[in-house]
């Protein structure tokens, strides 16, 4: 059974950094693109990063350069980084594996097979 199980999120203030982690299981993803989607109460399931197998990363939010992807293919995991946390990034974060290979493709949730359970994120002002 294929799984990927989330870990980290929580309570933060504002203008700290978390690191959410994405473990898979089951089978290999290094073939996989891995990717970190979010979803804000009442919003649509956002894309904010992803990491295809060849290890270019393609980021999605407007300010790429508070998030950071990264992959372990040892591991089978993926984490997200993320620096100087605004309220506004208060959501549900989910990891994504697909077989995925554009950037175009890559910000459709749809595109991906599996999925983490999700993990809050809680930006306190």
């Known amino acids: 059974q294929v799984q990927l199980v989330q870990s980290g999120g929580g309570l933060v203030q504002a203008g700290g950094s978390l690191r959410l982690s994405c473990v898979a299981s089951?089978?290999?993803?290094?073939?996989?693109?891995m990717a970190w989607f979010r979803q804000a109460p009442g919003k649509d399931r956002e894309f904010v990063a992803v990491?295809?197998?060849?290890?270019?990363?393609y980021y999605g939010v407007s300010e790429e350069v508070r998030f950071r992807i990264s992959r372990d293919n040892r591991k089978d995991s993926v984490d997200l980084e993320i620096d100087s946390l605004r309220p506004e990034d208060t959501a549900v974060y989910y990891c994504?594996?697909?077989?995925?290979?554009?950037?175009?493709?890559?910000?459709?949730?749809?595109?991906?097979?599996?999925w983490g359970q999700g993990t809050q994120v809680t930006v306190s002002a």
């Open positions: 089951g089978q290999t993803f290094s073939g996989y693109a």
């Open positions: 994504a594996g697909g077989r995925v290979r554009r950037p175009a493709d890559s910000v459709r949730p749809t595109s991906y097979t599996y």
């Open positions: 990491q295809f197998a060849s290890g270019n990363a």
